[in-house]
């Protein structure tokens, strides 16, 4: 059975996920601008639950963009070659990460040491940022992204998922729908085994030799049951599904399926990342837990709004379709404003919603210039796209 048709832009691209693009961009955003919040758990109270309640609406964002990185590319054309799609998708992912795993700690460096070393912000030790501390970080990208390159995470991931997808591919074009939905139940399990790690010391288990992983995973191996059906792969097939055997719902079905759906994910969410301290005190590394990508309430949330969009039967707009082509380049860039923008707008005597809405939106708007600016030549556009 072949996908819907939708409005299409006049160079093929969807204009729902046009639209998707732009909201998950500004959600990733979003969420950045609520971290320095949600870092005044011990100081600052209304701060911690502001961030907390509107960095939890944020946490869609990252498996939105997994999603549109599948409807875009999957099924692959048959006359591409493994290494020709290596060569194409992530030919085009390394010239922006190592240019933004240089770029973003000079930025922070000449911020927090030249333009504002009394910075506020409660996530940042402006001591830190030295020029041995600049080296050391660049040359460390190969192993993993830093402090100043948080966003860059999704990079390395996004190369893993590029390797993959030809092989998930060779599968996907000969699997019918109920293989596809076998896979997909597997991997709807797997998004509960945060929750299954934290409920069993509390049942008794005392882990192996020091380690609390479950399910055959251990300090020397990190491959457990369900790794390999697990993470972001099951996104990628559910966005195969999604588009190869479109949701035929009415319209007040799927509110009545999706929008409790959401809330509930969202009531998950929040209050769990809230409460869960309680049940950890003085162990705060359980709050991101609850904000698991790959955790149950975050696809609550995020798969209602991948239907929701996907009915969506509406026209190109440019101005959609302008901003959804600077979106990677927002995403690389927009981090160091999140952070000048803290400093500018904590000065105000303003409650903490409105403070990360107007960082959400200078950052987002700072960015989109800078990455406009790089899109004007063929040697910077390669930062950005």
């Known amino acids: 059975m072949k996908a819907e048709k939708h409005p299409a832009t006049p160079d093929g691209r969807l204009a729902w996920v046009d639209l998707l693009r732009v909201v998950a961009c500004a959600l990733v955003v979003l969420a950045h601008c609520c971290d320095s919040f949600v870092g005044a758990f011990d100081t600052d ?10 960095g939890s609406l944020t946490r869609p964002s990252v498996p939105l963009f997994v999603l549109m990185t599948a409807i875009l590319l999957l099924p692959i054309p048959e006359s591409t070659t493994m290494r020709g799609f290596y060569k194409k998708r992530i030919g085009r992912i390394l010239p922006p990460l190592i240019f933004w ?18 910075t506020s912000n409660p996530t940042i030790a402006v001591e830190a940022y030295t020029v041995e501390s600049i080296f050391r970080k660049i040359w460390l990208m190969v192993f993993n992204f830093n402090f ?21 591919n060779s599968w996907l074009t000969k699997a019918d ?11 709807f399990v797997t998004l509960f085994i945060p929750y299954l790690k934290l409920f069993a010391p ?16 251990c300090d020397w191996n990190a491959y457990g049951t369900f790794y390999y059906l697990s993470g972001f792969i099951g996104y990628m097939v559910l966005a195969y599904y999604v588009r190869t055997w479109p949701v035929k719902w009415s319209t007040s079905k799927t509110a009545a ?11 998950i969410t929040f209050i769990g990342f809230v409460t869960i301290q309680n049940f950890f ?29 996907s009915r969506l039967r509406m026209r190109p707009r440019k101005w959609i379709s302008f901003l959804a082509r600077l979106t990677f380049g927002i995403y690389l860039c927009h981090f160091i404003f999140v952070y000048v923008s803290f400093d500018i707008f904590n000065a105000f005597p303003i409650i903490p919603p409105l403070k ?14 800078m990455t406009w600016i790089f899109s004007l030549t063929s040697f910077t556009r390669r930062f950005i796209y």
Do not use: Q
């Open 45 to 54: 109270r209304t701060a911690f639950i502001s961030g907390a309640a509107i």
């Open 101 to 118: 795993s240089i770029a973003l700690p000079v930025l922070f460096f000449v911020y927090y040491h030249f333009v504002n070393p009394t």
């Open 148 to 168: 100043d390159t948080v966003p860059l995470w999704y990079l390395y991931m996004l190369v893993g998922l590029y390797l993959i997808m030809p092989v998930l």
């Open 177 to 187: 729908r109920k293989d596809v939905k076998l896979f997909l139940i597997l991997w």
């Open 202 to 217: 509390h049942v008794g288990y005392e882990g192996n030799f020091g380690s609390m992983e479950i399910l055959g995973a």
């Open 257 to 267: 399926i999706c929008l409790p759906m959401f809330i509930a994910g969202y009531a």
């Open 281 to 309: 005190p003085g162990d705060y590394s359980y709050l991101e837990v609850i904000w698991y990508f790959t955790g149950i309430n975050v696809f609550m949330m995020t798969f209602p709004v991948l239907i929701a969009f």
């Open 356 to 369: 990360i809405a107007a960082m959400a939106i200078t950052s987002f708007a700072c960015a989109a210039f």
